[in-house]
């Protein structure tokens, strides 16, 4: 009987069974593990034009899993730091490109310098204490007055878009003083903030054009040049069948 079609013991093929708990951990694993095996195959390659040669198949092997990326810029560059990522630096090739080490590649970036997370008035925001320490700066003139006048209103707007109520400008003008560290006194002045009703019709409208994620406008039944109902369309009522 031909060999071709000899009958294999059931023992021998579930004892050679490979799990994926029993394999290597894949390094990037969106290329699959073919792909890293050609990987681990080209590192173990003695001869350098052989290698090289086994190498950049791969990356053009690379290239075919993501064809929408050729055209973009340093695409290149990225398939061969991944290369070398996936042989875990040990392999041997000459890229047109710096090769990659693995101290960089474990580099933590620097810590960002958040601004104040816990301000006092929560609800003016940050942008108003940034126009506020400007204003410190400035030498006093009509100019100064000016931007602590647009603070103030600034200020009542915000006021007035979390706290659905009426403010005094005496408040506003002492919340301002407090931030700017006596620097800005409105207190005693005859300044006159902008109408409250006048504000919050103005947060109103804005609020208005904002509308939520997936929900439907509302369409007129009326002919925008017409001015007329829209004719019913004879299978507009039909029923389904």
């Not at 990356?59 to 290369?83: C, E, T």
């Not at 602590?148 to 009542?156: D, E, Q, T």
């Not at 904002?210 to 004719?231: C, E, H, M």
Request: hydrophobic share 35%; no cysteine; net charge positive.
């Amino acid at each position: 009987m031909n060999s071709k079609y000899s009958k294999e013991n059931a023992n021998d093929v579930v004892h050679h069974l490979e799990y994926n708990a029993e394999r290597s951990h894949l390094i990037i694993p969106e290329y699959g593990r073919h792909l890293q095996k050609l990987i681990d195959q080209a590192t173990k390659i003695e001869d350098d034009v052989e290698r090289n040669k086994a190498a950049k198949y791969i990356i053009q092997v690379m290239g075919s899993l993501n064809p929408h990326l050729r055209d973009v810029p340093d695409f290149q560059h990225k398939l061969w730091d991944q290369i070398f990522i996936m042989s875990d630096f040990k392999l041997v090739a000459d890229s047109p490109y710096p090769t990659p080490s693995r101290e960089v590649l474990q580099l933590k970036p620097d810590v960002l310098s958040y601004p104040q997370n816990f301000p006092k008035y929560r609800y003016y925001g940050n942008n108003i204490k940034y126009m506020i320490d400007v204003a410190n700066k400035w030498e006093d003139g009509d100019m100064k007055s000016a931007l602590v006048k647009v603070i103030a209103n600034h200020m009542k707007k915000s006021y007035l878009s979390w706290n659905k109520d009426t403010v005094k400008d005496d408040v506003i003008f002492e919340h301002l003083f407090e931030l700017s560290d006596g620097k800005l006194n409105l207190i005693q002045s005859s300044e006159e903030l902008l109408n409250t009703t006048d504000l919050l019709r103005t947060n109103k409208r804005v609020s208005n054009k904002i509308l939520p994620v997936g929900q439907p406008k509302i369409l007129s039944n009326k002919n925008t040049k017409t001015g007329k109902p829209n004719p019913i369309h004879k299978n507009q009522n039909r029923k389904p069948l």
